[in-house]
């Protein structure tokens, strides 16, 4: 992992203001905290990681980010709109409007095609682009009318990814996009994320706890025990296609 340097943020407006993000699971009569007073921002254009191993609380974030999980208690805000003040109808809609979802496993409609997979968000969203445009960002131009069972896993992925941005969101929340995939293809599918965030300009925030991806984002965020734990913001980013491990 490169050395740790300035993590002072960019010049750039916030895209969320987390402050005093608490997560209690209630099991039985045990309390788990996922999560113990974490603050986070994340801003227009940046790619962010956040690293961490297993149960270090990094998908709680994420979903409460993304507007899949409420927090105990802290604020969150998206742009000038306080989520933690939303209820589930509106929440349904800025998931809808604002965000795309990358998760570790592609959950795909096998009866349908890639452009058909990706068409499910662009029917619904205000501004989509194209299905085949999507794809094409993805390097998928030439596999728009195979179905999922044609596709390898790296493919598929792409396709999720492509129906993650099809709807022009202004986050894109990825959860272990690789974790399911071996060395070539994970790059591959860390290429057409890196793209997103190049091209149309997305905050992007991976999940992962591979070190070596941390490498290819603006800033690096480590958590441990529901908690940041580090931060770090890379001098030099290291291109998807240059990773190893």
């Known amino acids: 992992m490169p050395a740790p340097v300035d993590a002072s943020p960019p010049a750039t407006a916030a895209v969320f203001q987390a402050r005093g993000i608490t997560k209690t699971y209630h099991v039985g009569e045990i309390d788990i905290q996922a999560l113990r007073g974490v603050d986070l921002d994340l801003f227009e254009n940046e790619f962010i990681v956040l690293l961490g191993p297993s149960g270090s609380g990094k998908s709680t974030l994420l979903n409460i980010l993304g507007g899949l999980d409420v927090s105990t208690s802290g604020t969150v805000r998206y742009k000038d ?109 860390l290429e057409a994320i890196e793209r997103v965030n190049r091209e149309l300009g997305t905050a992007t925030a991976v999940i992962t706890h591979n070190a070596v991806i941390a490498s290819m984002a603006d800033r690096v965020i480590a958590l441990s025990d529901g908690r940041i734990a580090s931060e770090h913001r890379n001098e030099t980013k290291t291109p998807a296609k240059e990773l190893e491990w």
């Open 81 to 189: 709109h306080d989520l933690t003040r939303y209820d589930e109808a509106a929440l349904t809609r800025y998931r809808r409007d604002h965000v795309g979802f990358v998760f570790q496993f592609y959950n795909l409609i096998p009866s349908l095609t890639a452009r058909e997979n990706v068409a499910l968000v662009t029917d619904i969203a205000r501004d989509p682009m194209p299905p085949t445009e999507a794809l094409k960002l993805v390097n998928l131009g030439d596999r728009m009318d195979h179905f999922p069972s044609q596709l390898s896993g790296g493919e598929q992925q792409r396709v999720a990814i492509a129906r993650a941005v099809a709807k022009r969101p202004q986050v894109l929340l990825c959860d272990e996009p690789t974790g399911a995939l071996d060395v070539h293809t994970g790059i591959v599918v």
